[in-house]
T-cell receptor, first 116, second 112 residues
Framework: AQSVSQHNHHVILSEAASLELGCNYS??????LFWYVQYPGQHLQLLLK??????LVKGIKGFEAEFIKSKFSFNLRKPSVQWSDTAEYFC??????????????FGQGTTLQVKP | SQTIHQWPATLVQPVGSPLSLECTVE??????LYWYRQAAGRGLQLLFY??????ISSEVPQNLSASRPQDRQFILSSKKLLLSDSGFYLC???????????FGSGTRLTVV
């Protein structure tokens, strides 16, 4: 069965600091990878996704993530965070294949607090 | 365009009472449908998923059940709520293949 682990549960940064949130998954086959963000009081929004091709994926709002297959990782990065990036971030994975039910498995989430 | 509707937005129910949360999708056919629960500090846990009418798979043993009476309707139910059922419930849909997901606005359930 698939599982997703986000190592940082709560991250506090000052504005302009660089961000890296860790995400590791456990699954032996081919996967699709996602990062979602949930701003306070808002819906889940897709930040970026990886299906295939260039393992460095750029998303909205200056976020990017790198898929490292050998490490089963899909870490999220941003060079300079802003106060408005305060939110909860979720890494998610689903298994690709003909029998794919599309089950999206989420990590526990990381709460990012950016101090002005 | 495709839309997903989930209601109610908030719900306060006494222990032992029944539950029915409804989710409907518009603008697509034969979607994969999902129910997630978000509990504080525990991320998003997949509860049920459905790939077709009447086809329900449960991911975790629990006090809840799901049904899909129509192609674009997904219902989460309980006969008797427990305190531990409190949480934020999200419905989602995806097309076959799981390349994109759309989430509903969620239901905040408080069992008292």
């Amino acid at each position: 069965a698939q599982s997703v682990s986000q190592h940082n549960h709560h991250v506090i940064l000052s504005e302009a600091a660089s961000l890296e949130l860790g995400c590791n998954y456990s699954y032996g086959g081919t996967v699709n990878l996602f990062w979602y963000v949930q701003y306070p009081g808002q819906h889940l929004q897709l930040l970026l996704k990886y299906f295939s091709g260039d393992p460095l994926v750029k998303g909205i709002k200056g976020f990017e993530a790198e898929f490292i297959k050998s490490k089963f990782s899909f870490n999220l990065r941003k060079p300079s965070v802003q106060w408005s990036d305060t939110a909860e971030y979720f890494c998610a994975v689903n298994a690709r294949g003909s029998s794919n039910t599309g089950k999206l498995i989420f990590g526990q989430g990381t709460t990012l607090q950016v101090k002005p | 365009s495709q839309t997903i509707h989930q209601w109610p937005a908030t719900l306060v129910q006494p222990v032992g009472s029944p539950l029915s949360l409804e989710c409907t999708v518009e603008g697509t056919s034969n979607p994969n449908l999902y129910w997630y629960r978000q509990a504080a500090g525990r991320g998003l846990q997949l509860l049920f998923y459905s790939v077709g009418i009447g086809q329900i798979s449960s991911e975790v043993p629990q006090n809840l059940s799901a049904s899909r009476p129509q192609d674009r309707q997904f219902i989460l139910s309980s006969k008797k709520l427990l305190l531990s059922d409190s949480g934020f419930y999200l419905c989602a849909w995806s097309s076959t293949g799981g390349y994109g997901y759309t989430f509903g606005s969620g239901t905040r359930l408080t069992v008292v």
